[in-house]
Every structure is written in C-alpha cells, then in structure tokens.
C-alpha cells in the first residue's frame, strides 16, 4: 500500500464515488468503495478489507460491535450525515475510535425539504395530483388549511430545527419549541418562545421533530403523547423513525386524533429503503409489528412517506462530501479534527 491509510467508503452512491474521484482522495489513502452496506459485504472481501483505518458512512450500515470486530485497525468513522445513531458509540469509546460527522451542512436543505413536506399534507397536494392523475376531481375532498395564523411545535431547535422555525415564522406561523438548550437567538429576534414539552403538545396545531434519537426519546410519540395534542394535529418527522411509535400513530390517524403526517423517516425504514431482508432475519420482537404498521401508513391518503431524502439536494450532498473528505484528509494529516467523542 506504499504506506498510505486504507479508507473504505460504504453506502457509496454514485456520487460518493465521482466526487472521490474528482478530488483526488486516492493520492493520500487506499479506498475501498461499497455501493452496497457495510452489513452487506460478503464475509471473503470484508476479511481483505479488514485493516482499514478509516470508514466513511452513510446512515445505512448499521455499524455495531460485532461488525466494527472485524476492524482491528480501526481509528476513524466519518459519516456522511449529522445523525450517528447507526455506530456502536459504546464501542467506539471503549476501543479509542474516533467517529466524526457532518455538522452543519444541511439546515437549509433539510427545513426546506420539512416546509415542503407541511405544504403538501396541509394542502393534499400529493393527494389531489393522484386523484387528478387518475381522472379522480372531489374538490370538497381536496380543503387544506392554512399555516397563516396556526401554532407549529418545534421539538429540537439545532441547525434544522432554527432554520424551519424561521421559515414558519415567515408564514405568519406562531412558533414555540422545546430544547435542552434553547437558542436565545431565536428569542431575541421574536422568531419563537419556549415551553415546556407539555404545553407544547397541547397547544400546536402542527408538530415538527428535529432532534436526535437517543435512548431517551425511543418512541417519544406515542399513544400517551399523542393523547396530549389536538385534535386533527398535523406531525412531521424528518429527524429519526426511532422517535414516532408507527403502531400508535396509525391507530390515532384512522380514528382521526392526528390529522396527518410527513415522515422522512421510520422506524426500522432500511426493509423499505433498501429491501433489506436481512433485518427481519436478525430483528427484535418488534420489527415485525412495527413493519406492518409502517406498511399501513403508506396506504393512508393523509401521510406523505418519503425515503429519508430530506437532505438529498445537489447543494448539500456536495457540503456532505467537501466536510467528510475535509475531516478524513485532515486525520490522516494529523491536523485536528472535531469529534463527536
């Protein structure tokens, strides 16, 4: 290898692979590239892959210990995303292996993307062009409302999270959120107040989640939160499927406590995302229950479902991959680098 770091890039589209090539990253270290997971490799070309120092990854790979195990030289993980949920970090600490994401790429791209989302549920634009497309016209069944006027819940108020509360302030939305850490800033330029989740819930006409998944939010919509909001609230995630219970969001949609949802995410979303099969070999008790109601939100006419896309702008994937290659340039360097642990 000529003395060169061994890098391998999995989850590796197209793009990953022509930006790689365009920027030269080949010149400081030996790259692998998988198109496919990380999870998916087969077991003879990951033992030949074995002593990579460096893993760049998108959310796919489902980087736990038993996979990280077969990296004993393992000293950096880049992801290509700003959620890192999908790395063992346990391990990572345990094991001294740093795990840098991207931080800041995609407020813009990912609120619009969630603005976007709102306007279709609020307004059944999806709805009514399939109706349409189908030589279907019910006007009567096409009456949206208007964001002017109504109470958006921010839950998470991060890069993302600050970006959509200024975008729906600009509708005219009144705005109040919820954050371990409050963004004064918000405050000060009256974009937002903040409450306590309780009254969030209770009084948003639209609820918006932007956090990270962490153990402690599992599931933090469910029958008992929902229980707490309006009647006819309108939820949008385009944060993390971990945070929304589907069983229970199904269940208040058809008896028409939650009037609608727009969800970037689901729980265990890689079945439907990337077929993979393979996670229902290896699940947990859950997946098959949570599957299945996922497979019937899809049916509903009052839920956009997208596959996690939420970032996917040619802007932001370009950030995405000038901040991975920036961070792995400079680790193999010895420049400092910002990491998550």
Known sequence: MGGKRMAIFCDADANTWSYLERHGLGELADCVIFPER?????????????????????????????????????????????????????????RGIRVANVAGYGEVTVAEYAVGMLLNLTRKIGFSNYKLRNGIVKVNEDTGMDLFGKTV?????????????????AFGCNVIATDPFPNGKLVDAGICKYVAIGDLLAESDVIALNCPATAD?????????????????????????????????????????????GLDVLDY?????????????????????????????????????????????????????DSNIRIIRDFIAGRPIQSVI
Do not use: W
């Not at 990380?38 to 760049?56: K, R, T």
């Not at 993390?240 to 008896?255: H, K, P, T, V």
């Open 38 to 94: 990380l999870n998916d490799v087969s077991d003879e070309i990951l033992q030949h892959s074995s002593h990579a120092e460096i893993i760049s990854t998108f959310v796919y790979s489902n980087l736990s210990a038993d996979l990280l195990e077969n990296f004993k030289n393992l000293e950096l993980i880049a992801t290509r995303s700003t959620g890192y949920n999908n790395v063992d970090m346990e391990y990572c600490r345990a």
């Open 153 to 169: 819940g921010v839950v998470g108020t991060g890069a993302v999270g600050s970006y959509f509360a200024k975008l729906c302030h």
């Open 217 to 261: 939010n599992y599931h933090f919509i469910n029958r008992d939160t929902i229980g707490q909001m309006k009647d006819g609230v309108c939820i949008i995630n385009i944060a993390r499927g971990e945070l929304i219970n589907s069983m229970d969001l199904y269940e208040a949609i058809i008896s028409g406590k939650v009037g609608g949802a």
């Open 269 to 321: 979303e890689n079945v439907i995302i990337k077929n993979d099969i393979e996670s229902v070999k290896n699940s947990d008790k859950n997946f098959a229950m949570y599957s299945l109601f996922n497979a019937k939100l899809l049916q509903l006419p009052n839920v956009v479902v997208t596959p996690h896309i939420a970032f996917n702008s040619s802007d932001a994937i370009s950030r995405i991959l």
